[in-house]
């Protein structure tokens, strides 16, 4: 056992952050146990993880065990890793990490009842620009309520931003700082405040890319290649696919609510958005995918300008 007394680790959600936040903490030797709404949902994002484990086992075998890791890890890995519908399952953890829809009234709801059910532990939220302590006020344990925000792609970015709330105590924020270490993890301590340190930064610069495409500036294609001659290893574009456009426009809103109108979300985000044009995770975005391969750039996107 490390210095944070951890042993015991939930997840809920099994989706893009949960299913990469679960990986890593059983890779890292926890006991794990990850929960979403249904079985069907559970096995989509076992999958996912088994993937991202094979991808790491291939680069180990390629690069001669310099990169990624041994199929015995991936074994060690699986061994220590449980996903269910059944949230009582979680109630014996030390910790549960919440990597849930980026949307306030499903979190506080999912809060309300695992106090129902009894869980009194500490609670973590993966949210990207939800304030801590309002959705710690769902909780019976605002004291051991705290931001845990991973970046994406989970296994392979190495930042943490730990957020106390108003209420979060000196000693759950000392756990989850040596936790975050303990995940292989960089832990950068934030303030509560709208999008924490990263996305008060790095929201307005994807925003900034949507409106360059929108105003006929620069191509979706020619948009991501400036910045990749900047040495970013991804486009603005591409990365909004990754982070998923409904997840980024839900970022978006929450900041544009508490900092005003710089952050306003780009209007063809939000086009994308209500035509159910999600990004990676469902095949179209600023690119169409296919299995995750991007094709070419969305036509839909193509068709859309503002004119000046
Ligand atoms: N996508 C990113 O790049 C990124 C980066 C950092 C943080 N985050 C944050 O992580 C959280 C999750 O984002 P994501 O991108 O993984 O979203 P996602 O849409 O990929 O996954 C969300 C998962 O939550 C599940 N879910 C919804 N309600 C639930 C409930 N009541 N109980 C159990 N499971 C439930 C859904 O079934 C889904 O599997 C959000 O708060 C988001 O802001 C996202």
Redesign the pocket.
């Known amino acids: 056992m490390g210095a944070s007394g951890i042993t015991k680790v939930g997840v809920?959600?099994?989706?893009?952050?949960?299913?990469?936040i679960a990986q890593v903490s059983a890779a890292f030797g926890f006991e794990t146990v990850v929960?979403?709404?249904?079985e069907e949902?559970v096995r989509?994002?076992m999958a996912r993880i088994e993937d991202s484990l094979a991808r790491l086992v291939a680069s180990y075998e390629r690069s001669g065990g310099q990169r990624g890791i041994s199929a015995e890890q991936k074994g060690a890995t699986l061994a220590k890793l449980r996903a269910t519908?059944n949230?009582q399952q979680l109630m014996d953890r030390d910790i549960v990490i919440?990597?849930?829809?980026?949307?306030y009234s499903?979190?506080a709801?999912?809060y309300q009842?695992l106090v129902r059910l009894g869980y009194s532990g500490l609670l973590a939220?993966?949210?990207?620009?939800?304030s801590i302590t309002q959705l710690a006020a769902n909780y019976s344990r605002p004291d051991r309520f705290i931001g845990m925000?991973?970046?994406?792609p989970v296994p392979i970015q190495p930042g943490v931003e730990v957020i106390r709330g108003l209420l979060t105590s000196e000693e759950t924020s000392r756990v989850c700082l040596a936790f975050a270490e303990e995940l292989g993890k960089v832990p950068i301590p934030a303030e509560d405040k709208a999008g924490f340190g990263i996305?008060r930064m790095f929201v307005p610069f994807l925003n900034e890319a949507v409106r360059v495409v929108e105003e006929g500036i620069m191509s979706v294609e020619d948009a991501d290649k400036t910045t990749l001659c900047l040495g970013h290893k991804m486009g603005p574009l591409t990365t909004l696919d990754?982070?998923?456009l409904?997840?980024?426009l839900?970022?978006a809103e929450v900041l544009e609510a508490e900092l005003g109108p710089a952050y306003k979300p780009a209007p063809l985000l939000r086009r994308l958005v209500q035509a159910g044009h999600?990004g990676v995770?469902n095949g179209k975005g600023f690119y169409v995918y296919e299995e995750g391969k991007p094709l070419s750039v969305n036509p839909a996107v193509a068709r859309y300008r503002i004119k000046a």
């Open positions: 809920l959600g099994i989706g893009l952050m949960g299913s990469g929960v979403d709404v249904s949902v989509r994002g519908s949230r919440e990597a849930v829809t980026e949307n499903a979190k709801e999912l009842q939220s993966n949210t990207s620009s939800i925000h991973f970046m994406n996305n990754y982070v998923g409904d997840t980024a839900a970022v999600f995770k």
